[in-house]
T-cell receptor, first 112, second 117 residues
């Protein structure tokens, strides 16, 4: 079993839709949860970062962490064609040395 | 400020050939990383470095070697390329974590696409 599971999609939605992207994980030591966005033929870039459980909002993006269920989500409101990209979840914990584990990424297409 | 740059952008190798991928960063980051990205597998850490002159193995180090002779450069070498090493390779860099704090944000380069025939 992979430490981080993420549905690769693709996920196709119309412009303006609410998008929900999710990851599950198995390692309870993870404390820091991140979402990276990767445009085609580019490197990933950090989009959102949360610590422990709870929600964090940044503009149209909301990151949600439920440590009891080992489940994290990224919500995109009023999705735009420019949001079309691959979204990778990532997580890490202070377990005697750093170790960031990335999900496989979900490809998102927002149709105009 | 170029951030993280990688050369070459694309390369085709024959099985058994060798090559070196170069990563350079101008953000004065202590930590540097090499990842490979394959469909359905996500980013997997090959090797990393926490400072000039130091390197360590990641999740998938076999078949690769690295060197960090200068703080701003991190080289990834393939001594004898195999078709299984066909992938997109990403370099990243970051500051070290503050004591007791989380890992710092990693900044990625644009990637090198490698095809081994």
């Amino acid at each position: 079993q992979k430490e981080v599971e993420q549905d690769p999609g693709p996920l196709s939605v119309p412009e303006g839709a609410i998008v929900s992207l999710n990851c599950t994980y198995s390692n309870s030591a993870f404390q820091y949860f991140m979402w990276y966005r990767q445009y085609s033929r580019k490197g990933p870039e950090l989009l959102m970062y949360t610590y422990s459980s709870g929600n964090k909002e940044d503009g149209r993006f909301t990151a949600q962490v439920d440590k009891s269920s080992k489940y994290i989500s990224l919500f995109i409101r009023d999705s735009q064609p420019s949001d079309s990209a691959t979204y990778l979840c990532a997580m890490s914990g202070r377990t005697g040395g750093f170790k960031t584990i990335f999900g496989a990424g979900t490809r998102l297409f927002v149709k105009a | 400020n170029a951030g993280v740059t990688q050369t070459p952008k694309f390369r085709v190798l024959k099985t058994g050939q060798s090559m070196t991928l170069l990563c350079a960063q101008d953000m004065n980051h202590e930590y540097m990383y090499w990842y490979r990205q394959d469909p359905g597998m996500g980013l997997r850490l090959i090797h990393y470095s926490v400072g000039e002159g130091t390197t360590a193995k990641g999740e998938v180090p076999d078949g690769y070697n690295v060197s960090r002779l200068k703080k701003q450069n991190f080289l990834l070498g393939l001594e004898s390329a195999a078709p299984s090493q066909t992938s997109v390779y990403f370099c990243a860099s970051s500051y070290p974590p503050l004591p007791g704090g989380p890992e710092e944000t990693q900044y990625f380069g644009p990637g090198t696409r490698l095809l081994v025939l």
